[in-house]
């Protein structure tokens, strides 16, 4: 199997919150703590002196006692002394952090860990013989990306046949997901549907609908914009265009996962490209911007 995915470079995800999490949870272990070994302990050794009796002494009818004279209505406290409030107060107060550690530190650590478990699925199309891609053209392909699920999993992709790179085919496959908000983006340019061909494949039905995008590509939604490498030329989108992981077998097109692009430069065989874990629409995935929406929604 030639595998022509490895010239693109690797760039890890954006920067994430983790840190405020690991610290958070070490709030909340340290107040808990305190927390537990102050109920556990039934509170500090509390010494309660009995206050005497108001005014003891007075008669019956007397007047009250001014509040300067007489006996203290209850001894001074010992140095270090402790009464049931402050106690109550300190572990309230201790008990409260907790909470409010913990509100602020859970959501944070499920964002962290929650997408190891959300791994993106493998998704595999085959798109048919490659001889059905002609050199230098884009050919708007139609296919399901997961049969069982039905017409939901319908995806389109512009394919690009980029000639030998290295003795080996090379391939544009770009997602038709607008990165602004996700609309389908439409090639700027004449569509050949006289040209269009349904092949059948071991992923299904293809449809293959050649194209002319000499303007780029078009979201209708917005007006996003972008060149035929996919890079962001105008409008709302913040990046370019995801694009899709692609291998051939036994002479077919096989279409994979969808990966971010933060750019693209250079065109067709000898572009270079910018490659990040697939991201939302509307997310950038890199530069500053990226460290404002760390958080990623499973995709
Ligand atoms: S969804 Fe494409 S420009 Fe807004």
Redesign the pocket.
């Known amino acids: 199997m030639d595998d022509p995915r490895g010239d693109m470079e690797r760039h890890e995800s954006p920067p994430s919150l983790w840190p405020v999490g690991a610290i958070g949870a070490a709030l909340v272990a340290v107040c808990g703590f305190l927390w537990a070994r102050d109920v556990v302990r039934g509170g500090r050794a509390t010494t309660v002196a009995t206050a005497p009796p108001l005014e003891e002494g007075r008669a019956p009818g007397a007047p009250p006692i001014p509040a300067d004279k007489g006996e203290a209505a209850m001894p001074e406290p010992a140095p270090g002394e402790r009464f049931p409030r402050n106690v109550f107060l300190e572990n309230a107060t201790l008990g409260l952090g907790a909470i409010i550690g913990g509100v602020v530190t859970l959501p944070v650590i499920g964002f962290a860990v929650m997408p190891a478990f959300l791994k993106q699925h493998s998704h595999e199309v085959d798109l048919g013989p490659i001889s059905n891609f002609q050199e230098g053209q884009y050919v708007v392909a139609t296919f399901l990306r997961e049969p069982s699920q039905g017409e939901v999993s319908r995806r389109t992709a512009f394919i690009r046949n980029n000639g030998l790179l290295h003795g080996k085919p090379s391939f544009t496959c770009i997602s038709n997901r607008?990165a602004?908000?996700?609309?389908p983006?439409q090639p700027g340019g004449p569509t050949f549907d006289d040209k269009s061909k349904t092949v059948k494949t071991p992923s299904g039905q293809v449809s293959l609908i050649p194209s002319l995008p000499a303007a780029g590509f078009i979201?209708p939604?917005?007006?996003?914009t972008y060149d035929q490498e996919g890079n962001r030329i105008a409008?709302?989108?913040v990046r370019g265009l995801d694009r899709f992981e692609f291998w051939i077998r036994n002479g077919n097109l096989i279409l994979g996962n969808t990966y971010s692009v933060a750019q693209v430069t250079g065109t067709g065989a000898n572009a270079e490209i910018k490659r990040y874990t697939l991201t939302g629409?509307g997310q950038h995935v890199d530069g500053i911007e990226s460290w404002l929406y760390p958080l990623q929604p499973p995709h």
């Open positions: 607008c602004h908000l996700g609309c983006v979201c939604c917005h007006g996003g409008g709302p989108p629409p």
